[in-house]
């Protein structure tokens, strides 16, 4: 396995189309991601959002760099005044009536703070995607329309 890159895979009780726009909705990315008031679902909008523990927050820059609609999210990653550029892909697949997530977070190496270690990432997306975004998924907190 390259340690340079973070997978994670998670299956969920829930539609491609739930979990689409759990990754991609300002509104609903709020309530198990971060709270992102200028995300916009456009290839080439830059975002940013504000993470980190309460004595050490840090500014996250990040840029859209393709989407494919209920298959991919992917854009960049890097942060405010530290060097380093990493890049974020979410892949959805249908496992029959469940979503497959793979999250995949690459280019870590680039970063020289030793906040930024891999170790720090995989804790927060296993974190994100196994508790949090499932938890909102499959426990009642997300819309169930679809």
Request: hydrophobic letters at 40%; charged letters at 30%; a negative charge.
């Amino acid at each position: 396995m390259d340690t340079k890159i973070v997978i994670i895979e998670q299956e969920f009780d829930a539609s491609l189309e739930l979990v689409w726009r759990a990754i991609t909705e300002k509104e609903l990315m709020k309530k198990w991601y971060f709270d992102i008031p200028d995300f916009k679902l456009e290839v080439g909008y830059n975002f940013h959002f504000e993470g980190g523990e309460e004595d050490k927050r840090y500014l996250h820059l990040c840029e859209i760099l393709e989407i494919i609609p209920l298959k991919k999210l992917k854009y960049s990653w890097s942060y405010e005044g530290y060097s380093g550029l990493s890049i974020v892909t979410f892949e959805l697949s249908s496992v029959g009536k469940k979503t497959k997530v793979k999250l995949i977070h690459e280019g870590l190496e680039t970063f020289t703070n030793p906040d930024f270690i891999r170790d720090n990432f995989v804790g927060g997306w296993e974190y994100l995607i196994h508790e949090s975004l499932k938890e909102y998924l499959e426990n009642g907190k997300a819309l169930r329309y679809w």
